[in-house]
Structures are given as C-alpha cells and as structure tokens.
T-cell receptor, first 115, second 113 residues
C-alpha cells in the first residue's frame, strides 16, 4: 500500500515569493493534517481536515497561509508571501480511525528554505 | 501544553537498554510514539490509550501512567537501526481536543557498534 505522498521534496525560494505544497494521503484515510517542523523540534499542527472540511485551523497563520482539500482527497498548502521564518519542513499526515483512536501516518515532507 | 521529553539525548552501545520519558501537565487520553531518522518522515511506533494495556513490538515497548500523566518508551537490547529521534505526541481532550496531537521536542538516540 502506498504511503502519504508529498511534493516537492525540496523548495528554495526568495522571501516575498509564493510557494505551494501538495499532499496525497493514504487511500481511505478521511483525516488529513498539515504540520510544520522546525529544526530540532517536534511537528506542530497547522490544520486538520475531516474529508473536505477544515475542522481545526487555529494554528494556521491565516494572513499568509491557506490550504484546501478539494473532493476530500488531495490537499494543497500555500504560503504567500513567504518570510524567512517560514523555513522549515512541512509534513502532511493522514489517519485511520481504529475504533478507539487515530493512527497518524506521515509523508516524507517538503523542506522549504526561504532566502 | 507541550509534553516534556527526557532525556534530550542518549548514546548507547549496541545491546544496551534505554528508557525515554514523556510527561504532560494535562490529563491525557492517549500517547503516540514516533521515531524519525534524519531527513525522513516520522514513523508510527505505537499508541497507548487511557485505560489500555502496555504495548510492545519486538524489543520496543511502552507504558502509560494516567495518574502521573506520563508515558515511557523502553528500548531493550538496542540495535543500530534504533538510532533516530523519538517523539511522543499527546492527546488532551480537555485542552486540545480529540485527534489533535501535541508533540514533544524529541529525544535523540544514537546507537553505536
């Protein structure tokens, strides 16, 4: 079974430029998450989708970040304009309800460098 | 709100044991453990649920003390492949809600021959 797919794997942009990341979750997983991971830190949730609905976006910086999950499958995370502090690894994860909890599976991430 | 992991780093010789702890100041519903190798995605290890049993997979096991709001990950007879950063993610329904994990800063484990 294919895992969570993300692209691109690496992206280098200049500050003030836009950037977009794409995620394809594991087939059958209704819940999708976007995380940001700074160097030496654990992942930090940006947004969580249940099917097409964003059910938790409380930590998404909405002035410059946006996300969408059309048709409840693939998702795109966008930053416009990017700032130097946005340099990080952006991880996508999807989860399966086990009957008592959710098991989250992560993609390989996109390493963003803003210069 | 972020769980506290200890120690921050561990260096082992192959075959040695290690314990990694994860503590929260909030009541926990579940604790999730992941291992991440450099440049790779975090890999799911196991979940421990409130009221659940101690979990284990081969030589890696974990416990969950609900009263103390902490979990421990036990690595027995470590192998070179165990090297990486271990993260705990906690689920606090009263503060963060269900299905929202708050991750600790990680424990870096290095296993040498």
């Amino acid at each position: 079974e294919a895992g969570v797919v993300q692209s691109p794997r690496y992206k280098i942009i200049e500050k003030k430029q836009p950037v977009a990341f794409w995620c394809n979750p594991i087939s059958g997983h209704n819940t999708l998450y976007w995380y940001r991971q700074n160097l030496g830190q654990g992942p930090e949730l940006l947004i969580r989708y249940e099917n097409e609905e964003a059910v938790d976006d409380s930590q998404l910086p909405k002035d410059r970040f946006s996300a969408e999950r059309l048709k409840g499958v693939d998702s795109t995370l966008k930053i416009q304009p990017a700032e130097l502090g946005d340099s990080a690894v952006y991880l996508c994860a999807s989860s399966l309800w086990t009957g008592s909890s959710y098991e989250q599976y992560f993609g390989p991430g996109t390493r963003l460098t803003v210069t | 709100q972020q769980p506290v992991q200890s120690p921050q780093a561990v260096i082992l010789r192959e075959g040695e044991d290690a314990v990694i702890n994860c503590s929260s100041s909030k009541a926990l519903y579940s604790v999730h453990w992941y291992r991440q190798k450099h440049g790779e995605a975090p890999v799911f290890l196991m979940i421990l649920l409130k009221g659940g049993e101690q979990k284990g997979h081969e030589k890696i096991s974990a416990s969950f003390n609900e009263k103390k709001q902490q979990s421990s990950l036990y690595l027995t007879a470590s192998q070179l492949s165990y090297s990486g950063t271990y993260f705990c993610g906690t689920e606090n329904p009263l503060s963060g809600g269900y299905n929202k994990l708050i991750f600790g800063a990680g424990t870096r484990l290095a296993v040498h021959p």
